[in-house]
């Protein structure tokens, strides 16, 4: 039992190192060797927990995405705007994982598991925006809103890229527009 504990007060440390060198440095400062040094534990104990830095990236992101999440119990309540809205608030609020989160999906081409990852991550986020566009636009089939969805996610995904590079764009006003074009 004490084992267990230990490695979870490690996973701990590990993750609020990653979270502080994320927010201090971005990607490029996040190394294993400077995680390790903030978290205070040895490389063996990192690879212990997680197998590759991008792995406890991921697991970062995944607390900040949660954290925003309109319906974390998965009930299929959440309307479009609550999709958006957490879409924006995750890359407003959580800029520096954001950007992280951009950096890695674009790049995660040399490590399958972590693309893996993202793809999964990717096909329930469709999911979910489809199920809204089902409740709330008049689609003629599943196939439609799956379309819709992809096209919607596309869109905010590629304001979002734009926002990182540009921080006078107004990345919420334009995420809302693309969410009412889907609505037509």
């Not at 060198?21 to 060797?33: I, P, R």
């Not at 979002?160 to 921080?167: G, I, P, Q």
Request: charged share 30%; proline share 2%.
């Amino acid at each position: 039992m004490v084992r267990y504990q230990v490695g979870i007060r490690t996973e701990r440390k590990i993750l609020e190192a990653t979270r502080e060198l994320l927010a201090e440095g971005g990607f490029d400062a996040s190394t294993l060797k400077a995680i390790c040094d903030r978290a205070g534990v040895q490389a063996g104990s990192f690879y212990n927990i997680f197998p590759s830095k991008e792995q406890a990236i991921m697991q970062v992101t995944k607390e900040a995405i949660q954290a925003v999440d309109p319906d974390p119990e998965d009930s299929g309540t959440e309307t479009l705007d609550d999709l958006v809205d957490a879409y924006i608030r995750f890359v407003t609020d959580q800029s520096d994982l954001a950007r992280v989160y951009l950096q890695i999906a674009v790049s995660s081409s040399s490590d399958d598991s972590v693309a893996r990852r993202f793809l999964r991550h990717h096909v329930r986020r469709v999911e979910r925006f489809a199920d809204a566009l089902v409740r709330e636009v008049d689609v003629t089939t599943p196939e439609d809103a799956t379309a819709k969805a992809e096209v919607l996610l596309g869109a905010l995904d590629g304001l979002a890229f734009r926002w990182v590079l540009d921080r006078s764009f107004d990345f919420a006003r334009h995420a809302r527009f693309a969410v009412a074009q889907c609505r037509r």
